[in-house]
């Protein structure tokens, strides 16, 4: 299962990139407060704290100027599972645009987890 983390304009972006199913998101997490428990693709917010005891193999960092902060939040609350970078995405989306293959290598079995 894949994760997200930010609820913003990138969130849609990268949300649109993989093109992942329903059943292949796991969760999504958001920093902001406000945001927690408002409706994003049929799941509710959560805190970043909740993702350690999420279902998500990856979680996907939906920011490019904070993503270090991020991370941070992720380890810090004992997600151990992969952290992607917007950046990571947009790579494998440019490496291999005419199949979107890489971004789908990119994010793995995550999706069917």
């Given at each position: 299962?894949v994760g997200f983390y930010g609820t913003g304009d990138i969130f849609a972006i990268a949300d649109a990139l993989l093109g ?94």
């Open positions: 299962m992942l199913p329903d059943d292949a998101l796991g969760g999504v997490f958001d920093g902001n407060p406000a945001r927690h428990g408002t409706l994003v693709r049929g799941l509710p917010v959560r805190p970043p704290a909740e993702a350690a005891a999420s279902s998500c193999a990856c979680v996907v960092l939906c920011t490019q100027a904070a993503e270090a902060a991020m991370r941070r939040a992720l380890t810090d609350a004992g997600f151990r599972g992969r952290i992607i970078g917007f950046n990571e995405i947009l790579e494998a989306v440019c490496d291999e645009a005419s199949d979107r293959q890489g971004v789908h290598r990119l994010v793995g079995a995550h999706g069917a987890e």
